[in-house]
């Protein structure tokens, strides 16, 4: 097995393991289709992050777009605590669990707006109407929106993501979704499961896996792929 790793940004390189089938690059922090296409073209069977939570999404937004991600392992290794790493159980600069893992299905989230979320999603503040899937889980203000992927989510079979298969039944699950309320005495946390979010709010500021979007928005869906991820987790 051969593996293509990625140093992302101001990371310590001092630290990454070397060894047979392991080629490390330095690749700039959040990587676009420049840094990465040419790496991917020529990347063997794990593809390896050394980064923050926005930077594995830059990758795996890429392995999308290029329809690679049943032909990759997908290894991270966070270089500080981040929703990606709690929710997978990863501890920060472990390489060992990046490296040699077995890889297992992961639920990955789009969005309406081209991205992917692998951590968390946030609206902060929100006032307006939220639905996970049929269930209506906010109308009126909250102090926010958080969207996450479920790592308890049923894994997909392989064959979902056959645009021409209609015999298998559709994700039911994948995604949570927690509305922050404000309590009496303390805050107040609902918890919803489902396959996609869709929110109309007034405008206000949208956060997915540590990256601002550029401007204030009034609607955001979130949603799973119809192929999961293949993490080392």
């Known amino acids: 097995m051969s593996t293509t790793a990625l ?8 630290a990454r393991p070397s060894g047979d089938g392991v080629q490390w690059f330095d690749v700039p922090a959040t990587p676009g289709r420049e840094d990465l296409d040419p790496l991917l073209a020529a990347a063997g069977d794990r593809l390896v992050v050394q980064g923050t939570d926005a930077d594995l999404a830059a990758v795996v937004l890429r392995l999308l777009r290029k329809n690679l991600l049943a032909d ?8 500080v605590d981040s929703p990606v790493a709690r929710l997978r159980g990863l501890a920060v600069g472990d390489f060992d669990r990046a490296l040699t893992a077995a890889p297992r299905p992961a639920a990955l989230i789009r969005d309406d707006s081209g991205g992917v979320l692998l951590g968390a ?7 307006g109407q939220v639905y996970c899937d049929d269930e209506q889980v906010l109308d009126g ?33 994948g995604l949570l979704v927690t509305t922050v309320r404000r309590g009496l005495l ?10 996609a979010v869709q ?6 500021q949208v956060r997915h896996d540590g990256i601002a979007h550029p401007r204030p928005v009034q ?15």
């Not at 990759?72 to 270089?79: C, D, H, N, S, T």
């Not at 999603?121 to 006032?127: M, S």
């Not at 929110?199 to 206000?204: M, T």
């Open 141 to 173: 203000t909250a102090l926010s929106v958080e969207v996450s992927p479920d790592p308890a989510a049923t894994p997909l079979p392989e064959s979902t993501s056959d645009p021409l298969s209609s015999e298998l039944e559709p994700a039911t699950d």
């Open 121 to 127: 999603g946030l609206i902060e503040p929100i006032t």
């Open 7 to 14: 140093s992302c940004g101001n990371v310590d390189r001092a």
């Open 72 to 79: 990759l392992v997908v290894g991270y290794v966070p270089v």
């Open 186 to 195: 303390r805050r107040r946390r609902d918890i919803a499961r489902g396959r």
């Open 219 to 233: 609607k955001w869906v979130w949603y799973r792929h119809t192929e999961d991820l293949r993490l080392a987790w």
């Open 199 to 204: 929110a109309s709010f007034r405008p206000s």
